[in-house]
């Protein structure tokens, strides 16, 4: 489960980083609200951190940190687009629940004694 919730988190954190891109890109890098897409940017490096820590099994709490600001955002996400919901919050909502679930779970394999 431990793998499941980093690699489950990498591509959340890949998705969000290309999502930000290409909307810099198509918007000219005059968005809207530059904060924002730089803010969206630093969770997607944050998720792919927490990733790559879940799957060497190290800093269970950064792993923890990032699989609850992937609920965080989620939530977010979804009040912003309450009135239509497409495919793509329908995903985003299952890959940002599942890492939380399963590092939570699985905490026992962090604090496993190296001897």
Request: with cysteine.
């Amino acid at each position: 489960m431990r793998q499941a919730a980093g690699i489950t988190l990498m591509i959340l954190g890949a998705l969000l980083l290309v999502g930000c891109v290409v909307l810099l890109i198509d918007y000219s890098i005059n968005v809207h609200d530059p904060v924002f897409d730089i803010s969206f940017m630093i969770c997607g490096a944050f998720f792919i951190t927490g990733g790559v820590f879940c799957l060497k099994k190290k800093y269970w709490g950064l792993c923890l940190a990032s699989a609850l600001v992937a609920i965080f955002i989620m939530i977010s996400w979804l009040i912003d687009s309450y009135t239509s919901l497409t495919w793509l919050d329908w995903i985003y909502s299952i890959l940002a629940t599942l890492p939380i679930i399963f590092v939570s779970l699985r905490k026992s394999e962090w604090s496993e004694s190296k001897a």
